[in-house]
């Protein structure tokens, strides 16, 4: 039903799509348009982690630079059948995560240093448990698709607006329609856009508390992630606007329009199910648990060491 429900939404985002290409350049213009969407599209299927993880200034990590944030992204993977994805660090003090690749083979999941200072390993077990759902529904390609489109449309749009589209027989709507269709379609393009997130959100909040089997841990780190994310900026978020979906929980600040239509459901509606699903699945036996041993979930994560090296996550 999710998946019908996506393909839907994206359907209705490439309607949107040539109907602006439509009224800016009629049936030739439609046709060019769609042709360069394409070629966008393309190029994101097959570089779109690398975009992304260079745009946020991303170093990968493994066992030894950081075995045990490794160490839980390994754990998790193994549990939810995927391959070993990448695992990357984001030098942001926002704690915050996200995941890329267009496929479980070609998989990347990067965590900020704000994230692996501020939550236990629990908690970062299950925000690393939501992005390989992601991972797990072929959600991270779904969105940046739409994400292309979505772009594409609002690059139409202005068009029309300096242009006022064609006048001719093959435009019956002229100037007018075209000054409506860069007021409207942006519009209409957040809004499939955001749809498709927020659906995508629940699913994989779902199915990253059964991969890490701790709804709890999961409702305790989108808390405290949605306060801390409110307060501490990401520049890099902030300059790429349209990559804020990728996010567990928006990373933009909201004081500017590109935050006029959230990707994202509200956290407290999130919270609220995923506690709903903790009543529901009882206690969490302690051999289930993907966070670290020897009880280091409970203390917090990214200290130093008395020798003055670098703590635990790397």
């Not at 360069?36 to 066992?63: C, P, Q, T």
């Not at 501020?118 to 529904?137: F, P």
């Not at 289930?288 to 008395?306: D, E, K, Q």
């Amino acid at each position: 039903m999710n998946m019908m429900r996506t393909a839907l939404l994206l359907a209705a985002l490439t309607a949107i799509f040539m109907a602006v290409g439509y009224l800016v350049g009629g049936v030739g213009g439609m046709g060019i348009a769609f042709l360069v969407a394409a070629g966008m599209n393309v190029f994101s299927y097959w570089n779109s982690d690398k975009m992304v993880l260079s745009m946020y200034g991303a170093r990968e990590v493994d066992e030894r630079t950081a075995p045990e944030y490794y160490g839980i992204v390994k754990r998790l993977a193994a549990r939810a059948g995927l391959p070993m994805p990448k695992v990357f660090i984001i030098d942001s003090p926002q704690p915050n995560a996200f995941a890329t690749g267009r496929n479980p083979q070609n998989a990347a999941v990067a965590a900020s240093a704000g994230l692996l200072r501020t939550l236990s390993a629990d908690e970062v077990a299950g925000v690393m448990a939501h992005e390989l759902a992601h991972v797990k529904h072929h959600d991270t390609l779904t969105m940046t698709i739409t994400a292309t489109i979505a772009g594409a449309v609002s690059m139409l749009a202005n068009f029309a607006f300096f242009f006022g589209g064609r006048r001719d027989s093959n435009s019956p709507f002229g100037a007018i329609g075209a000054i409506a269709a860069a007021l409207l379609a942006p519009i209409a393009a957040m809004l499939v856009q955001m749809a498709i997130s927020r659906s995508r959100e629940y699913a994989a909040d779902r199915m990253g508390a059964e991969i890490s089997g701790q709804p709890r841990a999961l409702a305790s780190a989108l808390s405290k992630i949605a306060g801390e994310a409110s307060r501490i900026p990401n520049e890099a978020a902030e300059a790429n606007p349209a990559t804020a979906h990728l996010f567990i929980i928006n990373p933009l600040s909201g004081q500017r329009m590109d935050n006029l239509f959230s990707t994202h459901p509200a956290t407290e509606n999130r919270i609220a199910a995923l506690m709903a699903m903790d009543r529901e699945m009882g206690p969490a036996p302690a051999a289930s648990r993907v966070g670290l041993p020897g009880g280091f979930g409970a203390r917090r994560a990214g200290g130093s060491t008395a020798s003055g090296r670098q703590g635990p996550w790397g």
